[in-house]
């Protein structure tokens, strides 16, 4: 069997045979960050059917790296599951907000530290069953400690490793943060190929 390409959603007029279409669209619950939708869409056989999921404003993830080549990360409650999870810092994209404006201002606020120096590296889409959900992830570099800034309500520690650590925490099972876990295994793998 031969493989297809990696196509982009601009480029994807010859998937016609996998594109489901919106036909009608109703607000099941309207949140404050959480927007849940039920849509009625056209199936590629004429069929319709019916995708809940969760409009989600977008979000970014920073992997800061200090002088020294440690990470910097955070431990945070996290109350859908009850417990503390080992991330990198990350944040929602406000409207009208660009992503990197988002990532200089949630370092800031959750770390204290500004960055001279940042790096697309990627985009991840965490919930693709159930969630319109994109994070974007950057490095930052050349960081300076300017205070923290926490939001209200907002409970954030941070803390240093070396990225040997943090990928021997992944492989025990230690970081099961998924947009963490990418953001090391990317970083383990740009710097292999160095």
Do not use: C
Not at 9 to 36: M, N, P, Y
Not at 153 to 172: C, M, P, S
Not at 178 to 187: A, D
């Amino acid at each position: 069997m031969s493989r297809k390409p990696p196509v982009d959603d601009e480029k994807r007029g010859g998937d016609a045979h996998l594109v489901e279409t919106r036909i009608a669209s109703e607000v099941v619950f309207d949140g404050k960050l959480l927007h849940v939708k039920r849509d009625t869409v056209r199936l590629p056989d004429g069929k319709t059917a019916t995708r809940e999921y969760i409009a989600h404003p977008g979000a970014v993830m920073i992997i800061p790296r200090l002088p020294d080549g440690k990470l910097l990360m955070e431990r945070q409650f996290r109350y859908p599951l009850a417990r503390i999870f080992i991330e990198f810092p990350a944040g929602k994209i406000d409207p009208g907000e660009e992503p990197a404006a988002t990532a200089a201002r949630e370092l800031l606020e959750e770390t204290g530290y500004a960055a001279e120096r940042w790096s697309h590296i990627g985009t991840l889409h965490p919930l693709i069953t159930y969630s319109t959900e994109r994070i974007e992830i950057y490095t930052a570099d050349a960081l300076t400690f300017v205070g923290a800034k926490l939001d209200a309500g907002e409970f954030v520690e941070t803390f240093t490793t070396t990225l040997e650590e943090a990928l021997a925490w992944l492989d025990r099972g230690e970081i099961t943060d998924v947009k963490t876990m990418l953001g090391l295994l990317l970083l383990a793998r740009r710097k292999a190929a160095t």
